[in-house]
């Protein structure tokens, strides 16, 4: 019994110390693989798909982002999705703006909706969030990663704003996930998850991928990541294709967005399992590695669970204290050598000591995460923030 006490915190001290094996395995795999630079890869034609739900404030600031592009075979559609569009208009050619008739309140509807209305036939979509702004390089920096065979891309989604603890904690998760998620498990031979914007699929593949799709709510890109990864694609990760997301600010806002993730994560966490099981049978890098990533809870509420199990340990099996200490020092360092990596702000750094205020509001988050999609659809910004 004992022993199997032991062995059941090994397995929940899986999301701590599984990450820093990956970090092994990417810094031995880094010092023998041969470095490719592909060419030729100005033959796609992308299709910009931009979404808008019920606010058009920001939508100009995209559009401008991407007509600065050093890539120049592509078109903008913007699916302004129950909004009003008096008075918008684009001069460029390139931008065309799709209003549905009946509201759709769903990412993957308002994709779809861009792709039946194609001016042209685009080989390439890529998504960007009307809150984005898009680096000059990011077109030429996801076809280039195309061209190396690779059907789905994920990008660099960094903070367009830090203006305050809530956006500065923000961007702090999102560099650790970028880390741990997308550039570690893309480095070791599996897949890089899926963050819903800055990401390029093959039209063709996107749509396959959800021909026998039918929930709503968030979490369209947690699905899609498992349908690409059970069906045998690999998702590539490129840090050099960047767009600048905003960054939620305050703790309404906060609140409904974390609602939003956690009960995505409570619908999807399922399927990990099966991936996990697939994996095994088929003995698949990718799928195995990828599986572990989706059926991690977020991370407060891992902080929840490990104070459980060291207070049990304390009271009851010391020894297991060796097991907790050395996954709470594997993710201590990868966390702060992701936020070296990526070239963290000094107030990134200052934002930390209110970790617990933060993690109060995901708790709070996970009481309203069951009705989360019927408190918001989508993440109110606020403009000031961005200007």
Known sequence: MYTFWLILQVIFTVPFWFPFLLFIIYQIRKRIQWQTTPGGWDHYDIGVIITAYQQMDLVEDAVASILKSTYDNYLIYVVADACDITGVSFKSDRVILLRPEKVLSSNTKSHFFAIENFRRAHNIITIIDSDNLVDPHYL????????????????????????????????????????????????????????GSGMAFDTEVYKKMFRNFTASGAGFDKYLQYQLVNQGYRIAFTSNAIVYDGKTDNPEQLVKQRARWINAWFKHWVLGVKLFFKSIFRLNWNQFAFSIMIIRPPLFMLAFLSAVMVL???????????????????????FFYALDTFKAKPSIY?????????????????????????LSVATKHNVKAYK
């Open 140 to 195: 030429s920096e996801i076809a280039n990663k195309m061209e190396e065979g690779f059907d789905a891309v994920q990008g660099v989604r960094a903070a367009r704003n830090l203006n305050t603890v809530y956006a500065c904690l923000d961007e702090a998760g999102d560099i650790f996930y970028r880390f741990i998620d997308r550039l570690l498990l893309y480095g070791t031979g599996s897949s890089a998850s899926l963050a």
């Open 350 to 374: 200052q934002s930390l000591k209110q970790i617990p205020r933060f993690m109060y509001y995901q708790v709070v988050a996970l009481f309203k995460a069951k009705k989360a999609n019927t």
């Open 312 to 334: 049990l340990n304390l009271l009851f099996t010391p020894a297991g204290l060796l097991i907790w200490t050395c996954s709470f020092v594997f993710f201590i360092f990868l």
